[in-house]
């Protein structure tokens, strides 16, 4: 029987520091800038103020760049632009600095960490930090079975937890986190159309490098099938998540359980990342509250799954890429927020309380 009791989470995870918020809200009233006038900026630095427990809230200054890798059965039905088995590929790329997430990252000057969960090479052709936390080599095929074993779920739940500790203890301040695979937003989807209870036509998107019509039929039924798998599962979000998610996903939706614990802020990238969280938001209501949608993707599991957490992206752009690209395009913003509340300076003759 498994030791990993997953209701411990609604007991771990506390909401960010309402009272906090508050200090957050009166010291902004006091800055010289008129309350008001920055939009959207200011609810972001009393979001990460109660976040940080700080007022004034600190810079952003050491994020992070996580991005979880694998590779999913289900690509052998031609679901996805990309051949099944080749996520390392892009592995390979990101690391050797030829990805977009690697341009922004470098632009940036944000470290990007690539966790290999289940990609389906050889490990030794990989380094030895991105491959330790390995569960399995690709993940099954969900439309006809499961996708990891009752073993392997825990396994890398577990890995997504250590994770989000590492980097806790690190001393990281915000995570940007993405995904590096192939057929992974076929997954995705499936989560989605389970966890929200709607046709598999609903949450079927087109995926990074656009796909075909007929491709485009071929994921809707994958997902299709794999949704009648996933029905009967719906009351165990580990069970679940073996059934059709994958060695990645199980991996992310622990991270973000447990960066939630540990009050790590994160800024979720696409519609893996949603579906994930969306899983998360099952195990315990209160998760939601620790991250930041940081795009619209045009993905349409993204939007659904977003939707239902009360998650509102901070920026429009549509970039489907995956791989935290279009979360880092948003980091900036969150930087932006904080770096305002924290060094604007306050009114003359405004002292606090009046």
Do not use: Y
């Amino acid at each position: 029987m498994s030791s990993l009791n997953l209701d411990d989470f609604t007991d771990l995870i506390e909401r960010p520091d309402g009272g906090v918020r508050r200090d957050a809200e009166e010291h902004r009233a006091r800055l010289d800038v008129p309350p008001g006038s920055l939009g959207r900026l200011d609810d972001l630095s009393e979001w990460l103020a109660a976040a940080q427990s700080a007022v004034p809230v600190r810079p952003v200054e050491r994020p992070r760049v996580v991005l979880f890798a694998g590779d999913h059965g289900v690509a052998q039905l031609d679901v996805s632009s990309r051949a099944a088995g080749t996520a390392v590929e892009l592995v390979r790329d990101v690391l050797e600095g030829g990805r977009p997430v690697s341009v922004l990252a470098r632009r940036l000057g944000v470290p990007v960490r690539v966790v290999d969960m289940s990609l389906d090479c050889d490990p030794a052709s990989l380094p030895e930090d991105v491959v330790r936390h390995r569960v399995r080599r690709g993940s099954g095929r969900i439309d006809v079975e499961d996708a990891l074993t009752p073993e392997e779920a825990e396994a890398a739940f577990r890995a997504g937890m250590a994770v989000a500790d590492e980097e806790a203890d690190s001393g990281t301040d915000l995570v940007v986190l993405g995904d590096v695979s192939v057929g992974g937003t076929t997954a995705a989807g499936v989560l989605v159309a389970a966890l929200c209870g709607t046709d598999a036509s609903v949450v079927t998107g087109r995926g990074g490098l656009a796909i075909d019509d007929l491709a485009w039929m071929r994921k809707c039924a994958a997902i299709r099938d794999a949704l009648r798998r996933a029905r009967p599962v719906l009351g165990d979000q580990l069970r679940l998540l073996a059934t059709v998610g994958g060695a990645d996903l199980t991996a992310m939706t622990g991270f973000l359980l447990q960066s939630a614990v540990r009050k790590l802020p994160v800024l979720l990238d696409g519609v893996v990342t949603a579906a994930c969280a969306l899983v998360a938001q099952r195990v315990a209501f209160r998760a939601p509250d620790w991250w930041l949608a940081s795009h619209m993707s045009g993905e349409p599991g993204q939007a659904k799954a977003l939707d239902r957490m009360a998650l509102e992206p901070l920026l429009p752009q549509g970039v489907r890429v995956g791989e935290g690209a279009g979360a880092l395009l948003a980091l900036p913003l969150v930087q932006a927020a904080s770096a305002l509340a924290a060094e604007l300076p306050v009114r003359e003759g405004v002292g606090k309380g009046e």
